[in-house]
T-cell receptor, first 115, second 111 residues
Framework: SAVISQKPSRDICQRGTSLTIQCQVD?????MFWYRQQPGQSLTLIAT?????????ESGFVIDKFPISRPNLTFSTLTVSNMSPEDSSIYLC????????????FGPGTRLTVL | SQKIEQNSEALNIQEGKTATLTCNYT??????LQWYRQDPGRGPVFLLL?????KEKRKERLKVTFDTTLKQSLFHITASQPADSATYLC??????????FGTGTRLQVFP
């Protein structure tokens, strides 16, 4: 099983600023995923990050707002740019547990509050 | 568009009873359906996967059923314990090969 850590675990930020969330995996993985979980909502996939290529964003999410880096096979970052209170959410990274069935290991999440 | 519905109201049951959670979906025929557990302040943890050609899957005190005609999955926890208290999410493979999650149902088991 993969062990995933995220930093920071939580943060409170001011409107208009940016926050970079780090995700570290204890093994090499091809794909890493970033999700958002807003209060009372389901997990929503933001983007898929492959090492060595541009991240693939889901509908409703754009690179300017959520730039992603994937410098190697064990690490990724997600930046939430020019934040507004609507960006307050839990952000989770995950990796595939089984590529055939898309089951995933999740990190502990980053709880972001934007004032 | 594909939609997954889970009861948003919390399910409160007494210790020792069987908890049953429901997951309904529309506008799609998934090849498999997954259940995850999420504790407060933690990421979801995978529990069980059931395929479209399977009617039932068991793992210790957990049982999942999958009715593709009704477009429904039921998740059962037998002999429930307070430690089973958590939010349970169902997820299915969407038509873009990405997981789609329900909003989850919070289970509270009272001693």
């Amino acid at each position: 099983s993969a062990v995933i850590s995220q930093k920071p675990s939580r943060d409170i930020c001011q409107r208009g600023t940016s926050l970079t969330i780090q995700c570290q995996v204890d093994s090499q993985v091809t794909m890493m995923f970033w999700y958002r979980q807003q209060p009372g909502q389901s997990l929503t996939l933001i983007a898929t990050a492959n090492q060595g290529s541009e991240a693939t964003y889901e509908s409703g999410f754009v690179i300017d707002k959520f730039p992603i880096s994937r410098p190697n096979l064990t690490f990724s970052t997600l930046t939430v740019s020019n934040m507004s209170p609507e960006d307050s959410s839990i952000y989770l990274c995950s990796v595939e547990q089984d590529a055939a069935t898309d089951t995933q290991y999740f990190g502990p999440g980053t709880r972001l509050t934007v004032l | 568009s594909q939609k997954i519905e889970q009861n948003s109201e919390a399910l409160n049951i007494q210790e020792g009873k069987t908890a049953t959670l429901t997951c309904n979906y529309t506008n799609y025929s998934p090849a498999y359906l997954q259940w995850y557990r999420q504790d407060p302040g933690r990421g979801p943890v995978f529990l069980l996967l059931i395929r479209e050609n399977e009617k039932e899957k068991r793992k210790e005190r957990l049982k999942v059923t999958f009715d593709t005609t009704l477009k429904q999955s039921l998740f059962h926890i037998t002999a429930s314990q307070p430690a089973d208290s958590a939010t349970y999410l169902c997820a299915l493979d969407g038509d873009t090969d990405k997981l789609i999650f329900g909003t989850g149902t919070r289970l509270q088991v009272f001693p």
